[in-house]
Antibody, heavy 120, light 106 residues
Framework: EVQLLESGGGLVQPGGSLRLSCAAS????????MSWVRQAPGKGLEWVSV????????YYADSVKGRFTISRDSSKNTLYLQMNSLRAEDTAVYYC?????????????WGQGTLVIVSS | SYELTQPPSMSVSPGQTASITCSGD??????ACWYQQKPGQSPVLVIY???KRPSGIPERFSGSNSGNTATLTISGTQAMDEADYYC?????????FGGGTKLTVL
């Protein structure tokens, strides 16, 4: 059974930093792309970033480019999102998500999400 | 940047067919997928690669994609299908979501 367990969310001041983690189990972690997707309160889904199975390719939404960094550690089956220079508009539930068999075109499993609140 | 457009809301009577559209430039040249999200829950994949159903998704969910429009069809809609639905595609190294459609079953 695929399980994705996010952690690291919380309250942070504007301009601050936070690192999210996602512990994955139930599949061969290094074989699949992994994404972060966020959802602001009462809003729709917004893609944040994706990383290839090998970790060699990363892509970002324009809204976070240069501020967020996605990475993965296959020895720990863990996905990360380093978030710097946080803004109020980054407030959201952040979901860790597993890519499907064909790469980047769909997500087949989602975690429960971790809430990030950026506020003074 | 690429955009996907969905109607914000729609309603359907129980037992009827709901068709939710997702529009984007030449969307038919890409793969489209659909997610269902109920209040307080994480999204669930209901259709991928235009028309494939993941294991465990009822047969009443189907999809199509041609031209500029992808469509999620729910046949014999049930009360449990009331949810937000999001389309998604991959374009130019970015994942793009539609704005979501709130489906009300009444």
């Amino acid at each position: 059974e695929v399980q994705l367990l996010e952690s690291g969310g919380g309250l942070v001041q504007p301009g601050g930093s936070l690192r999210l983690s996602c512990a994955a189990s139930g599949f061969t972690f290094s074989s699949y792309a992994m994404s972060w997707v966020r959802q602001a309160p009462g809003k729709g889904l917004e893609w944040v970033s994706v990383i290839s199975g090998s970790g060699g390719s990363t892509y970002y939404a324009d809204s976070v480019k240069g501020r967020f960094t996605i990475s993965r550690d296959s020895s720990k089956n863990t996905l990360y999102l380093q978030m710097n220079s946080l803004r109020a508009e980054d407030t959201a539930v952040y979901y860790c998500a597993k890519g499907g068999n064909s790469g980047y075109d769909y997500i087949d499993y989602w975690g429960q999400g971790t809430l990030v609140i950026v506020s003074s | 940047s690429y955009e996907l457009t969905q109607p914000p809301s729609m309603s359907v009577s129980p037992g009827q067919t709901a068709s939710i559209t997702c529009s984007g430039d030449k969307l038919g040249d890409k793969y489209a997928c659909w997610y269902q999200q109920k209040p307080g829950q994480s999204p669930v994949l209901v259709i991928y690669q235009d028309n494939k159903r993941p294991s465990g998704i009822p047969e009443r969910f189907s999809g199509s994609n041609s031209g500029n429009t992808a469509t999620l069809t729910i046949s014999g809609t049930q009360a449990m299908d009331e949810a937000d639905y999001y389309c998604q595609a991959w374009d130019s190294s970015t994942v793009v979501f539609g704005g979501g459609t709130k489906l009300t079953v009444l």
